[in-house]
Every structure is written in C-alpha cells, then in structure tokens.
C-alpha cells in the first residue's frame, strides 16, 4: 500500500553515479522490492539486506524472475561486511532506521573506491494533495487519537532539514547530487485506511482506539471528499561519491 518511486528517479540515478546494467548493488531495507524491481529491471546485481523476515520474503516472491537479486534476512547492523564488493549502495525510505553510528561507515565499507552511495525518501507533499485533506486529517486524530497528534509525536528519525549536509558531515562521503520528483497517488476510503494501517504508529494503538480513529478517518473521506482524496508526494534522491 506504500507509494513506490518514479522511473525518472531510477534513470536520474544510474546517470549521477555512473553505474549500469551489470554493477553490483547493496540495497539496505528493500521491504517488499518497491525499489528494488525498478533496480532489478535495469539489469543490476542485487543483495538486498532486510530485516524483516516478512518483508524478505514478499521481495523474493516479487524478484523470482530476476536470479541476480538476492535477499538476505537480517538486519544492516549484524551483516557481515563485504568490503569493497558493491559499486552502488541503495537505501529506500529505510536508511534512517539504521544506527547512526553504523549507518555511513559500513556503507562506505562495503563500496569500491569509486562506488556511492543513493539514499530516496518519499515524503508527503501538502501542494499535491487534495486541499484541506492533511489538515482534516490531522484534526480527526487531535478528536480520536490525541497521542498521535502532531504536537505529541516523537520526533521523526530521518529528519534533518539539510539531509546533504548530513551526508557529507559523515566523512565518508561527499557532498551529494539532489534531485525531487513530484507525483500523487488517489485513493478512496478503503485504501486510505489499508495505508495507513502500514504506519507503526497507528498499528501500536490499542484496538478500540484504531478503530474509531479508522471509522473517523472513512466518513471525512467519503462525506468531505466524495470517497476520493489526491495525496501529493516528493520523492527525494541524493546520491554522493566515496571519498
């Protein structure tokens, strides 16, 4: 139910880090593949490290056709590094899940000297979405969810208004090429709700709170927008050299 990634975006970064058809990817938290078909079609060789043993095994499912992909169940943290064995490391709306501390050390690691690294998020974009609908949205969950709303949340972990500067304040890498893509995603209620069912937030709720939070959330969709919202998104790519 997670919106996946504009083919544009995986051109763009084949072109930035001048790696093709035929290198050598590591892909950190490839969840069900939304990234990595994209990659595989391309004609990539793929290890794929994930955490979840869920996860890995839809993204096998959806790589079958594909025997340069593989899929690794474990977490980016316990994998035993192949140093200088990838030209191109890939993290998809996953790269902040990883300790801080391990994150770009490890992935220049297991790059050759002339390898980089592309980091993508996906995040939401109120200019693409139907007018009014996020800030609905976040009053229903003020009413029937108040621990989730935006003044009581955790701060969120990829965060970082200059994520480049990130990136390049590791010392491992330099300074990244960055591109955005704008695209929308329509849904009615039904799918609305199965998308957001795939937020850890909401699925930690207690039962009775999910439920009149998910019953409030489909009555302002289909009595305020006609069953039919737009959600806007920008999915970010920053792709940066070695050093």
């Known amino acids: 139910m997670r919106p996946g990634y504009p083919e544009r975006l995986f051109d763009d970064l084949a072109s930035l880090s001048d790696k093709g058809a035929g290198a050598k990817v590591l892909e950190i938290g490839c969840g069900t593949g939304q990234a990595t078909l994209p990659l595989a079609r391309r004609g990539y060789r793929i290890l794929c490290v994930e955490l979840g043993a869920n996860l890995a095994a839809i993204a096998r499912d959806k790589l079958a056709d594909y025997p340069d992909s593989r899929v690794l169940a ?3 943290e316990e994998w035993p590094p192949e140093k200088g064995a990838f030209d191109l490391v ?3 709306t996953a790269f902040h899940w990883v300790d801080p501390q391990v994150r770009y050390r490890k992935s220049a690691q297991a790059l050759r000297p002339d390898g ?3 980091l993508i998020w996906n995040r939401a974009d109120p200019e693409g979405s139907s007018e009014g609908f ?3 949205i976040e009053d229903v969950h003020r009413r029937e969810a108040p621990e989730l709303a935006p003044g009581r949340r955790p701060p969120r972990l990829d965060w970082d208004p200059d994520k480049a500067g990130e990136i390049e304040r590791s010392g491992f890498f330099e300074r990244p090429e960055e591109r955005v893509y704008r695209f929308a995603v329509a849904r009615d209620a039904e799918s609305y709700l199965r998308f957001l069912g795939t937020s850890s937030s909401h699925r930690t709720l207690d039962e009775r709170t999910r439920r009149r939070l998910f019953a409030a959330v489909g009555r302002l969709i289909d009595e305020e927008y006609a069953g039919r919202v737009i ?4 999915s970010e790519l920053y792709v940066s050299r070695k050093r």
Request: charged residues 20%; hydrophobic residues 45%; contains cysteine.
């Open 134 to 136: 996020l800030e609905a």
């Open 90 to 92: 890939v993290s998809a």
């Open 116 to 118: 980089s690294l592309a």
């Open 231 to 234: 959600e806007g998104y920008r």
């Open 74 to 76: 474990c977490s980016f």
